[in-house]
């Protein structure tokens, strides 16, 4: 077979191969992050062309065969896309030999590679969910350990009220809490069946759309075909932007991590495992692996920036730019997991310094608690505030001896069952196990 006829859209004619491999890129590589999707996107769609009586009985059964034996070979890592094969679409077609020809009534490579995407990015959505819950119950541990060991609180970088690492690490977990709700709201968006929109303008073949979005999970139908095909960029957008949020919230704690592990405030300390040295300094322990978390989450951050601007200024219909999403986007979530993956290894190994109040820097720590006492008797707020201020001067000011937090969320009362609880009702509801389970039933069938 001449390499131009393993192109689904060969008529026979010959490539150019300069303009081929540019054409191309890297989605012979990429393409194996999809190619499960792609077997079963098809499983499901020969199903359905089935029961509309556009295949015969007897011949899904032989595709389906050789579609779950390719599935088999994708699990098992022997799968690959051949050099002259242009996608993933294409090898699967081709390794079906005479059944592939059957597979692709109905449908085009533009709903193949969107049902491919979209059951891949929910696939994604679904483990950063279980990651995120697992990374924020370690957090929560975490405060609940120290729930009462007390530390300064900043702003502006300096000294300001009295926190503690109950209520640091509980801020941690609650923050990722709502990254995992995040992950939970957009699902439904990008948990929508494109399959059967064809080129964008659906399809003359009396297909059975309701019935592919059944058998592959989806929560509903990308009902006009011209909106399915809007989805390509929009989906993309969406994880970029999940990825940002939960980049925000780890890129704050891996900075914390640096500034409180350094000598000048030994909040915690790092084990030195966990860091490396200096070739000519002797002394230092270098945190490392927060750094280059930090470099990461940077880049995570940026990424909505560059999904918009291929996306943008683009006409309706399919257009090859989409092509370079996958570029941008599968390395990312790959850094993604393994960032997060990182962070729950890191994450035991801290060791808090629980007398950190002991030093006389911090003595001014507790002046808006010394305010909140004499409003408490009856003193005027200003004017608390101003002889709290005029012992400072003076050098007279001496500190509560008790401290009295006692509303929710406090350092006295931080409530952190009502975040745990929230955690685990986000991990148990995770939507992809229930789309999990469909997929089983489909290769099962």
């Known amino acids: 077979m001449k390499e131009s006829e393993n192109k689904l859209w060969s008529k026979g004619l010959p490539v150019d191969k300069m303009i081929e491999q540019f054409t191309i890129g890297n989605d012979r590589t ?23 009586g556009l295949i015969e009985q007897g011949e899904l059964s032989k ?10 070979r994708i699990n098992d890592g022997e ?39 979209k059951m891949y990015y929910r696939s994604k959505l679904g483990a950063f969910i279980d990651s995120i819950t697992a990374l924020a119950t370690k ?13 300064p609180g900043y ?31 957009i699902f439904p968006l ?67 991590m640096i500034l409180y592990s350094n000598e000048n405030y030994r909040f915690l300390s790092l084990p030195s495992t966990m860091t490396t040295g200096s070739s000519i300094m002797p002394h230092k322990k270098n945190p490392d692996v927060y750094e280059l978390i930090r470099a990461y989450t940077n880049s995570l951050m940026n ?54 109040l002991n030093d006389e820097k911090y003595d001014y720590l507790l002046t808006v608690d010394a305010v909140n006492e004499m409003v408490k008797q009856g003193v005027p707020f200003r004017e608390a505030y101003r002889k709290i201020g005029e012992q400072i001067e003076k050098g007279a000011f001496v500190k509560p001896e008790q401290l009295k937090h006692s509303h929710e969320g406090s350092i006295g009362n931080l409530q952190l069952d009502l975040i745990r609880s929230g955690i685990k009702k986000l991990e148990e509801n995770n939507p992809n196990r229930k789309i999990e389970d469909i997929l089983s039933r489909l290769l099962a069938d």
Not at 164 to 173: E, I, P, R, V
Not at 228 to 245: D, F, I, P, S, W
């Open 63 to 72: 595709i389906k065969e050789g579609l779950k034996n390719i599935y088999q």
């Open 139 to 151: 957090f929560i541990d975490i405060a609940d350990k120290y729930s009462n060991v007390l530390m």
């Open 190 to 256: 990008i948990n929508k069946n494109p399959l059967g929109s064809a080129a964008g303008y659906g399809s003359s073949f009396p297909l059975n759309r309701t019935r592919t979005t059944q058998l592959l999970g989806f929560e509903e139908l990308h009902v006009n075909p011209i909106n399915a095909q809007y989805g390509r960029g929009k989906a993309e957008l969406l994880v970029a932007q999940v990825m940002a949020t939960i980049s925000l919230s780890i890129n704050k704690f891996a900075n914390d």
């Open 303 to 356: 990424l909505p920036s560059q999904i918009m601007s291929i996306i943008s200024n683009l006409t309706t219909g399919y257009h090859r730019d989409f092509q370079l999403l996958k570029e941008y986007l599968f390395p990312a979530i790959n850094k993604m997991e393994e960032v997060l993956s990182i962070m729950d290894y890191a994450l035991p190994k801290l060791k808090v310094n629980e007398d950190i």
């Open 79 to 117: 799968f690959v896309i051949e050099e002259g094969v242009e996608d993933v679409h294409s090898q699967v077609e081709l390794l079906l030999g005479e059944w592939g020809q059957r597979i692709h009534s109905g449908r085009s490579r533009n709903d193949q590679v969107l049902v491919d995407l």
């Open 155 to 185: 702003t502006h970088t300096q000294v300001a009220m009295t926190s503690s690492f109950g209520m640091y690490f509980g801020a941690q977990a609650e923050s990722l809490k709502e990254d995992a709700e995040y992950c939970t709201a």
């Open 30 to 52: 990429l393409d194996l992050e999809l190619a499960s999707y792609d077997v079963l996107g098809s499983l499901a769609h020969v199903s359905m062309l089935q029961e509309q």
